[in-house]
């Protein structure tokens, strides 16, 4: 039977952020300034909620001062278009973020907001400029954490993908088209799936690495799945107050040659990247002003 590799994100996320952490202070024992990432939570969302708080211990544990900028669920676009210009323009913001999703009476102009981001400060690599630079494989451009942390999990494992046959379930532009971007960037052969895709198992039965970022749990089982292949599981779901993803976890042990956890395999990975993504935006606005 083979056996199966467990690529944990912990205890990589954990040697990102130490390697953060030593160039930040690095930086401000050099005559620096500190760095800092504003993050704008619109509403009471609960899962939204952990996700921020889990993004600003990040920044207490790595050194970036964390500009917290929280709105009444009932607050307008022009009220938010407003604060994002305002730490546009401000000196000691290296980056900005919004958490999705906003409030329901505000999703139609997610992207809206989202554009209003300097390109320079958007650590989240949503704004169209980086988007662009992502599908010319121009690295100048700032990448999306999540892609960008299952990128860095398969190069850390030794996972090849030039030439080999991947398979992207979930076409987001948060996770599954940036992904298959940076995919095909590194010479992947690359197959998006999505919810009008006929049949996910004919694609994914033939696939040397499968991604999944579908939030519907336990959505790839150990039958649409070869022998032998990667699986890399983005999803995240609460099932009777668990957290799952989108793989049925279980069933891969014996079957694939590797398997992400869900919690502990991309969920990590993700804030340290955008750590990564905070010091990168701060060091070209310090050193390159
Ligand atoms: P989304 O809802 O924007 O997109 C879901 C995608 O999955 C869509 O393209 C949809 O067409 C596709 N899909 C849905 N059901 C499908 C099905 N039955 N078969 C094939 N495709 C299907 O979601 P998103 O923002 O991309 O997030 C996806 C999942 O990843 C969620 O569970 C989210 O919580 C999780 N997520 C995790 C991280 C992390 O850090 N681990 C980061 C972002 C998102």
């Known amino acids: 039977m083979m056996e199966t590799q467990i690529l944990s994100g912990k205890e990589l996320a954990e040697e990102v952020l130490n390697r953060v952490k030593a160039k930040i202070d690095e930086m401000i024992s050099e005559g620096y300034r500190q760095p800092g990432l504003a993050v704008l939570l ?26 917290s900028c929280r709105f009444p669920e009932d607050t307008d676009f022009e009220t938010l ?41 958007d650590v989240d690599g949503f704004h169209p400029y980086n988007v662009g630079l992502l599908s010319i494989g121009d690295e100048r451009g700032i990448s999306p954490c999540t892609p960008k942390g299952v990128m860095y999990m ?18 987001s532009n948060i996770v599954g088209k940036p ?33 999944t970022a579908t939030g519907v749990p336990h959505l790839v089982k150990r039958e649409m799945v070869r022998e032998g292949a990667v699986v890399i599981d983005v999803g995240i779901s609460r099932v009777n107050g668990k957290v799952v993803g989108d793989v049925d976890f279980d069933g891969m042990m014996g079957h694939a040659a590797a398997v992400t956890p869900v919690p502990g395999g991309v969920g990590p990975m993700t804030v340290a990247m955008l750590m990564e993504n905070t010091l990168e935006c701060y060091v070209r606005r310090v050193l390159h002003g």
């Open 42 to 67: 619109v509403g009471e969302d609960p899962a939204s909620k952990i996700y921020v708080s889990k993004k600003q211990d990040a920044c207490d544990r790595v050194g970036i001062r964390s500009v």
């Open 81 to 121: 278009k407003d604060a994002i210009e305002e730490l546009n323009q401000r000196e000691d913001v290296d980056g900005i973020l919004v958490q999705l999703p906003l409030p329901e009476h505000l999703r139609d102009r997610t992207n809206e907001l989202l554009y209003a981001i300097d390109p320079s400060k």
């Open 154 to 171: 398969l190069d850390h494992y030794g996972i090849e993908v030039e030439g080999r046959n991947v398979v992207m379930v979930g076409a």
């Open 179 to 211: 992904m298959a971007l940076m995919l095909v960037n590194r010479m992947a052969t690359v197959s998006i799936c999505h919810i009008k895709t006929r049949c996910v198992r004919d694609f994914t039965k033939e696939a040397d690495i499968v991604i």
